[in-house]
């Protein structure tokens, strides 16, 4: 069974290199890289990387929905386009000769209620052929607060696992459905649970409450530090730390931990596998260009 992969506000991500950043003046630009960008590409780019058969859902507008889609195509990722009226957005990335990064990222198409109504009822209908839903991203403009909860309420009912990654309101807001795992990092988590988290106790004591609302498995990605994998159900709480490497790229780790954990759960072995497994992919996508999976 294939894991469906909704990717309610894709980008295409440009990366222009320059020498220097010189404000007034004509900046030339050296080089320009395109791909498709977002956290649910990314995920479902990994999970085919590893094998998962992932089923992509992709709202698309405009020329560069256009473009999107063939890269999308050219990546031969499974994907289901919705199409909408506005144009999907261009996050741009100018990256100058020192290493240095400035990120601008456009707030994306605002949906209508029957573009919304249109993505639900896709998914929904397709719920059956997935042993798996992820949820990764924040939600676009004119989606309501309780998306995501909608989805992982309608999810079980078919007996779906759903693996949920998202921050601040979206995330306080989908808890309540209780997805089957939610993968938050230290400062994602520490929002949620309204303090900051000083000490790995600290993590635990939040990593808890999560866990005792979704009644289900809490991941806490923490970058280099030491991962918590924990479920106060199953009375399973583990912290390991990712191998010791030199990142080259650290932007979207965490989706690439999660297509990691969620081969794991498809492929039905043990939470301690999901744990080691998560943080190896995590740590292999911080020695990759963003947009690039080996
Ligand atoms: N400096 C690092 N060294 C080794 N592994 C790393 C490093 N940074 C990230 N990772 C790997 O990637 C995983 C996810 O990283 P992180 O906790 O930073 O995710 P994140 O904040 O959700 O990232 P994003 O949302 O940008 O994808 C880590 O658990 C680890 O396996
Ligand atoms: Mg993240």
Request: hydrophobic share 40%; aromatic share 6%.
């Amino acid at each position: 069974m294939s894991a469906l992969v909704l990717a309610l506000n894709p980008s295409i991500d440009a990366e222009w290199r320059v020498d220097d950043v010189i404000w007034e003046e004509k900046n030339n630009v050296q080089f320009e890289r395109r791909w498709a960008g977002g956290k649910g590409i990314n995920v479902a780019r990994w999970l085919k990387h590893l094998g998962g058969k992932p089923k992509l859902f992709l709202p698309l507008g405009g020329v560069t929905g256009d473009e999107l889609a063939r890269y999308i195509r050219e990546e031969r990722i499974s994907t289901s386009i919705i199409p909408l009226a506005g144009p999907t957005r261009v996050n741009v990335i100018i990256t100058t000769g020192a290493g240095r990064q400035m990120r601008f990222n456009p707030l994306g198409p605002k949906l209508t209620k029957p573009e919304w109504k249109i993505i639900v009822e896709r998914v929904e209908s397709r719920l059956g052929q997935g042993s798996l839903l992820i949820l990764s991203g924040s939600l676009p403009r004119g989606v309501p607060l309780n998306a995501y909860a909608h989805l992982i309420t309608r999810a079980r009912k078919h007996g779906v696992r759903t693996l949920l990654d998202c921050d601040g309101d979206v995330l306080i807001a989908s808890i309540p459905s209780r997805p089957f795992l939610v993968k938050p990092n230290e400062h994602e988590l520490a929002r949620w649970f309204g303090r900051p988290l000083r000490t790995e106790k600290d993590v635990v004591r939040a990593a808890r409450a999560l866990s005792e609302k979704t009644r289900g498995w809490v991941f806490v990605s923490r970058g280099a530090g030491a991962s918590l994998l924990l479920n106060v159900q199953e009375q399973f709480q583990t912290f390991a730390r990712p191998a010791r490497v030199k990142p080259r790229n650290t932007v979207g780790a965490g989706d690439a931990l999660l297509a990691g954990v969620a081969r794991q759960i498809q492929l039905g072995t043990l939470p301690s596998e999901w744990l080691e497994h998560g943080l190896s992919v995590g740590t292999r996508a911080t020695q990759c260009l963003p947009g690039h999976v080996s």
